[in-house]
């Protein structure tokens, strides 16, 4: 699998790490996975360092349409983008067309900076009712 992630509901925060060549099949499992998990308003801190895009123009507009519909439904957290250093484009050129998405997002050259800007950061409350926190 191209995305591996740790929720940690204690911490109200998600880290995933890309690796390889990520799709969007691989985007809706995540985000399938955050919400059966009732992890979608977490603080959320994605590491793009490794991976590339494996989208097209139109799966990138597919995940947008699935990333609004969240955003209405569940509501989604703040959103960290570590690309490195060096600036992984590939997958940091996927988050860029995803911004018309309104929720916090930013672009970090290392987690620690990520983390010190989701630190000022709460999450948003979801209206559903029976997760743990």
């Known amino acids: 699998m191209s995305l591996q992630w740790k929720v940690s509901h204690l911490d109200h925060m998600v880290i995933c790490v890309s690796e390889g060549v990520v799709t969007l099949a ?17 603080r959320k801190i ?6 590339r895009s494996g989208m097209s123009d139109d799966d990138g507009k ?8 969240f955003l209405e439904t569940e509501g989604l957290g ?4 570590v690309a490195g250093v ?9 988050f860029k067309s995803l911004a018309t998405v309104r929720r916090p997002m930013r672009l970090f050259p290392d987690i620690h900076l990520a983390r010190k800007w989701l630190d000022t950061r ?12």
């Open 26 to 42: 691989d985007f809706q499992d995540y985000l399938a996975a955050l919400e059966k998990e009732n992890a979608l308003p977490f």
């Open 46 to 51: 994605f590491i793009a360092t490794e991976g």
């Open 62 to 69: 597919k995940l947008a349409v699935l990333l609004t519909k």
């Open 78 to 81: 703040p959103f960290a983008v």
């Open 86 to 94: 060096k600036r992984n484009n590939e997958l940091v050129a996927v």
């Open 122 to 133: 709460s999450t948003v409350r979801s209206g559903k009712s029976g997760g743990t926190s």
